[in-house]
């Protein structure tokens, strides 16, 4: 573990020092966030706060992948190819991610972004093509289940399976982005826990894969802390989101998921919830706002409780995540 912790840090120094270059690019060119009315009256105050933020993440992340695999990734090897789908997946969702913030900020919808159509037509489309990698490509098709010590292949329904983890993730991690730091530090809890999973597997790329991410966002954190100076936006979201679903699609853990990014299935189950139950009541509520974190906002929690609570959730989440994958 200490190259990948090592180089965890070197990621986490790379990304913080551009921060501040970022931040005022950012606002020279007024890519600030749009606060929607509906919100609590306390969130109106980050209006115009500097979004796109993932790119912070993104870049270093992908810089130092490329360069620490670039012998692999030319020579089409095994670990060339199976390093390059989470980098694609990194790349491909932040790219669309840019697009919804940039629709939102200055594009006919403005403060909205693009429809919700477009946008899970787009990750359906992207999520196909890294389902298809994942299984026709690197050859995975299989489960791993607690206390059964053998895995089984479940085919071609794997390509399915990927794709509804990566547009499901992908989703709830940009529902989950919503208050500072609260996106950031639960899938830096995340990232951590596959990255111990993939160590306890023999998975050295993807153990250094997944804490140079952790040291990416823990620079996007020292930006990000409350108040914040920048939002990973959309960028970071996505892209955060579908990573984290295929990191733990080639560990075949991908079942201890759900437990491991409980918060963001908290989150996005919270907005499924209201929904359904404002259709079905003709109008009302089932919980005073959703996502979730508004809820407890709007229950007289502070946004630093809420945040702090919710990682605290996520870290005891991915401490019986990790416990479950050794059985």
């Known amino acids: 573990m200490a190259w990948p912790l090592t180089l965890g840090a070197i990621s986490f120094f790379l990304a913080v020092v551009w921060g501040g270059p ?25 209006t115009g706060t500097p979004t796109l933020g993932g790119i912070m993440v993104i870049a270093p992340v992908l810089i130092i992948t490329a360069g620490l695999n670039l012998a692999a990734l030319m020579g089409n090897t095994l670990i060339g190819r199976s390093i390059l789908v989470p980098m694609g997946t990194l790349l491909t969702f932040g790219i669309l991610g840019a697009l919804d913030d940039l629709a939102g900020i200055r594009g006919a919808r403005k403060g909205e972004g693009m429809t919700a159509r477009q946008k899970i037509l787009a990750q359906v ?53 919503g208050l500072d730091s609260l996106a ?47 939002f990973m936006g959309d960028t970071g979201a996505l892209a955060l989101g579908a990573t984290l679903a295929v990191v733990a699609l080639m560990t075949g853990q991908w079942l201890l998921l759900p437990l491991i990014g409980a918060v963001f299935v908290a989150e996005a189950l919270s ?5 359904f139950y404002f259709k079905r009541t003709h109008g009302k509520r089932f919980f005073k706002m959703a996502p979730l974190h508004l809820h407890f906002e709007l229950l007289g929690w502070s946004e630093t409780q809420v945040v702090q609570r919710f990682w605290l959730a996520a870290l005891l989440a991915g401490m019986l995540g990790i416990a479950l994958a050794l059985l």
């Open 22 to 46: 970022l931040i005022r690019l950012l606002k020279a060119y007024r890519l600030g966030k749009q606060i929607r009315i509906e919100e609590p009256t306390e969130h109106q105050i980050k």
């Open 125 to 177: 489309v992207l999520a196909f093509v890294v389902a298809c990698a994942l299984h026709f490509v690197l050859d995975l098709r299989s489960i791993a289940i607690p206390l059964i010590p053998f895995r089984i292949d479940i085919g071609l329904l794997y390509i399915p399976v990927a794709m509804f983890f990566i547009v499901g993730f992908s989703n709830a991690v940009n529902l989950t982005d």
């Open 184 to 230: 950031g530090w639960t899938s830096t809890i995340a990232f951590a826990c596959y990255g111990v999973i993939a160590f306890l597997q023999g998975q050295a790329y993807l153990v250094v894969f997944c804490f140079t991410m952790v040291g990416a966002l823990l620079a996007f954190l020292w930006y990000n802390a409350h108040p914040a100076e920048l």
């Open 271 to 275: 907005v499924m919830i209201q929904v």
